[in-house]
């Protein structure tokens, strides 16, 4: 099955949405989404074909498209959905992007990314363009959760704190690096040495009896 951007699902219910807006002007932890299980048929299929289209999947955000596109009925679709109240605020923690049915990311921890990726906060993605960068930063393109599919044997789940230890270590030298995973390979022995101990505390380890012929 071909990956989607703007695919989304709201936790809580498990109901599908399209997501507009990953984020608000001057609210960042809130996004703008489609809920699409009640819309009208044509609307339903006008919206899917619209994502599943060359122009929806190169958006970055799918609102933009949306302001451009119209409906059977021939109006404007981010308008008509506006005024007919079918689009919801609701928090990006509160959403799950799709990009297949078996690889989801939470929307925040995805803006997060695109972040951080983008030298932005989160709140300046709804604000600056984001893909007009400086051209000093270099960054992997960033539009949905397919596009940080995990190479193999990365997982797709990694917290934000695990992405930032990663892109920290990834500024250091080659003398600072190893300095650091000597440090931390100090750390985990006396760690283990203690995990050792206290397992010993707990139940002795047995040995073996020596056969005497």
């Known amino acids: ?13 498990g109901k599908k949405c399209i997501v507009a807006f990953r984020t608000l002007p ?13 819309l009208p048929d044509s609307y339903h299929d006008a919206i899917i074909n619209l994502v599943e289209s060359n122009a929806g999947q190169s958006a970055y955000e799918f609102g933009e498209v949306m302001c451009r596109s119209n409906f059977p009925d021939g109006s404007i679709m981010l308008a008509a959905l506006h005024v ?12 799950e992007m799709l990009p297949t049915p078996a690889t989801s990311i939470v929307l925040s921890e995805l803006n997060q990314i695109i972040a951080e990726q983008r030298g932005l906060t989160v709140g300046d993605l709804s604000i600056k363009n984001p ?3 400086d051209p000093k930063i270099e960054v992997t393109e960033v539009g949905s959760a397919h596009d940080i599919s995990p190479a193999p044997g990365e ?12 892109a920290a270590l990834a500024h250091l030298s080659p003398e600072d690096q190893a300095k650091k995973f000597r440090s931390d390979a100090d750390r985990l022995s006396k ?14 380890t047995k040995k073996k009896a020596v056969a005497v012929e």
Do not use: F, Y
Not at 191 to 204: D, F, G, K, S, T
């Open 131 to 133: 893909t007009i960068l």
């Open 26 to 38: 001057g609210d960042s932890d809130r996004c703008l989404i489609v809920p699409t299980e009640n």
């Open 1 to 13: 099955m071909a990956e989607l951007k703007h695919v989304g699902r709201i936790i809580s219910t």
């Open 155 to 166: 997982d797709l789940h990694k917290t934000v704190e695990e992405r930032k230890a990663e």
């Open 84 to 95: 007919q109240q079918r689009m919801q605020s609701v928090g990006t923690s509160e959403i």
């Open 191 to 204: 760690e283990a040495a203690e995990l050792r101990r206290q397992a010993e505390a707990l139940v002795p």
